[in-house]
């Protein structure tokens, strides 16, 4: 109940169109109720007493209680529905919105796919609860108490006969339930492993195809989706035992209820009529008893999916903005680290160990060293996509926490080794940080990215639609479209992460072109495995292990007998070689 009561705030304010629903469902049962009463007086007052004429009356009075009980079971329905789906409209919005706002850190640990089953199938169950669930149980109590009441009022040794196979029920429906959840929560498991395969089957398809593993990914689908169909199977043939069995205590009641009621007529302690109304009413209470189990069902469903979307909801959210952040400074881009030590996980060792350096505005900072060095770590607190434990990261002379988070990092502008790309026209990929940039500005920022002339070159230009994750563009095209885009934010600071090195050596200089372009004026770190990347920069960093081991320019890193030097030997000894070999 705790787990409603925390997501109360998506579905109290639509409150009046569940009372309305239930107010209707109370009409819908009190009439089906009606029916067999009025058969009862069919029989007993008309055909056995002879009141022919009534008739008439009656099948119309019939007719009108029918037509009013359509007009509400209209309503009931119409209205459950709505207030089940305009509540998950408003929870599906609340989960996007906080996804958006949750940090690098959460992301590190969430899994797509289980994110996209809570977004999808819990939001699902919690609202096949809130239209149907909760007035199912409002209509099985309902149902069961008035038909009760009925019977009692006809006859009470009867009802109390009829009533003691309802014990049964109850265990093998308890039974059922014990059996069929667990089942299908199997189901359930097992689709979210098959939706994982096909999933991770089109994103890595490139892998898959080119180390030939096809057969192996069939094989593997095959076992997953056996692995469901057997889930399937063994819920669905729980459910088929289950229907015939709560039929056959049905009928049992039924026999019991004619034998016993028949003797009641004989001996003219019960009309007719009333037998045949006890006829229609004991199926009233059975199979409502059959559908308490899939209530309950449905009910612990929801709680579970519950539980599940308020994990996201109550998230917290490590980066936030302070009240008074700065939002209207205009950012010059100074950026300093002082003694800045990162851990991202607290039993690891740290990322980054008193990290200082300065970085005025409009030089150029080279990051070099080993693979996993802590390159990207420094880049990432820049943007606060992830806080120090130690020290501060200041731009302009200010803390970044000072600054409005969007301020912040819509002055940041990345390049990535891998450019992200939306499966949209490539205008709006361009446009993605600056949605109001004119198309002169589109064109002229990707002119200067080198990009203009393969982008006019493609069937709709501008408006070329492109696949998921930028497909039907080359490694080197994409970048191209990354870096218009980055020059169209017109960032202060501006981080090449790795930009150049997916792509062939021709590709390389087009792109280096666009980057001296898109550098002028801005702070830029450049981060590189390549010397030939950095080497002009105004300050190289050397890491190692998460620390500085060395700074300084190119020429002077040299002659240090140091990392720079070692890694400067490796990349250009060959060429010396050659070149010793070949001179001119
Ligand atoms: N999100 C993260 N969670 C936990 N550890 C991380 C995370 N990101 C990076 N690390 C760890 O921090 C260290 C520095 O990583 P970083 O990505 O900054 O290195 P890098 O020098 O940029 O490496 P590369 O050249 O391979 O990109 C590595 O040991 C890495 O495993």
Redesign the pocket.
């Known amino acids: 109940m705790d787990t409603f009561k925390k997501l109360k705030s998506f579905f109290w304010p639509y409150k009046r169109l569940l009372f309305i629903s239930l107010l209707a469902l109370l009409f819908v049962t009190g009439i089906t109720v009606v029916y067999p009463i009025v058969l009862q007086i069919t029989i007993d007052e008309v055909v056995l007493g002879e009141r022919y004429p009534l008739i008439p009356f009656l099948a119309f009075g019939f007719i009108v209680i029918m037509a009013v009980k359509g007009l509400a079971t209209y309503f009931h329905q119409y209205l459950g529905e709505l207030f089940g789906i305009k509540s998950v409209y408003d929870l599906r919005n609340a989960l996007y919105k906080k996804l958006q706002k949750l940090s690098?850190?959460y992301y590190?640990n969430a899994k797509t796919g289980d994110l996209m089953s809570r977004l999808t199938s819990d939001v699902e169950s919690f609202r096949a609860f809130l239209s149907f669930g909760f007035s199912s149980v409002v209509r099985i109590t309902l149902i069961i108490l008035i038909s009760l009441g009925v019977m009692f009022y006809y006859s009470v040794p009867l009802a109390l006969v009829t009533m003691a196979s309802m014990p049964f029920l109850v265990v093998v429906t308890a039974r059922f339930d014990k059996q069929v959840h667990p089942a299908f929560r199997g189901v359930r498991k097992s689709l979210g492993r098959l939706n994982t395969r096909v999933q991770e089957n089109v994103s890595g398809i490139h892998t898959v195809k080119s180390l030939s593993r096809e057969d192996f990914e069939i094989g593997r689908f095959a076992n997953s989706n056996q692995n469901y169909r057997d889930h399937y199977l063994h819920t669905a043939s729980i459910w088929a035992k289950f229907f015939p069995l709560m039929e056959l205590l049905g009928n049992i009641s039924v026999v019991v209820l004619l034998g016993y009621g028949g003797h009641l007529v004989i001996q003219g302690d019960l009309q007719p009529g009333e037998l045949v109304a006890f006829f229609s009413l004991v199926w009233y209470i059975v199979w409502p008893l059959t559908d308490f189990g899939f209530v309950i069902n449905q009910f612990s469903q929801a709680k579970a999916s519950g539980e599940r979307l308020l994990e996201i909801l109550e998230q917290r959210e490590d980066i936030q903005e302070i009240t008074n952040a700065k939002k209207q400074t205009q950012i010059k881009g100074h950026v300093t680290f002082e003694d800045v030590t990162l851990t991202?996980?607290e039993e690891?060792?740290a990322?980054?160990k008193s990290i200082s350096f300065d970085a005025p505005p409009g030089k150029v900072i080279g990051?070099i060293?080993?693979?996993?060095?802590?390159?990207?770590?420094?880049t990432?607190l820049i943007t606060r996509f992830?806080e120090p434990e130690q020290g501060s990261v200041l731009i302009d002379g200010h803390p970044v926490q000072q600054y409005g988070l969007k301020t912040l990092r819509r002055n940041i502008g990345f390049v990535l080794q891998e450019a992200f790309l939306f499966s949209t026209t490539i205008l709006e990929n361009i446009r993605y940080g600056n949605p109001d940039a004119t198309m002169d500005e589109v064109m002229d920022a990707a002119k200067r990215a080198q990009a203009h002339d393969f982008i006019i070159d493609m069937p709709n230009g501008y408006e070329t639609l492109l696949g998921e994750r930028g497909m039907g563009l080359s490694g080197g095209q994409k970048q191209r479209i990354a870096i218009a885009r980055a020059i169209l934010i017109n960032p202060r600071i501006l981080v090449l992460?790795?930009a150049t090195s997916a792509v062939d050596m021709e590709t390389e200089f087009k792109i280096q072109k666009a980057l001296r372009e898109v550098m002028k004026g801005r702070t830029t770190f450049i981060?590189a495995?390549r010397i030939s990347a950095l080497k002009h920069a105004d300050e190289i960093l050397v890491?190692e292990d998460?620390k500085v081991v060395e700074r300084g320019v190119h020429e002077n890193l040299l002659k240090n007998g140091g990392t720079y030097q070692r890694i400067y030997d490796i990349q250009y000894q060959d060429q010396d070689t050659v070149l010793e070999k070949h001179p001119g």
């Open positions: 690098f850190k590190d991202y996980v690891d060792d990322a980054l990051l060293g080993a693979t996993g060095a802590g390159k990207t770590s420094i990432q992830y992460d790795d981060i495995h890491l998460g």
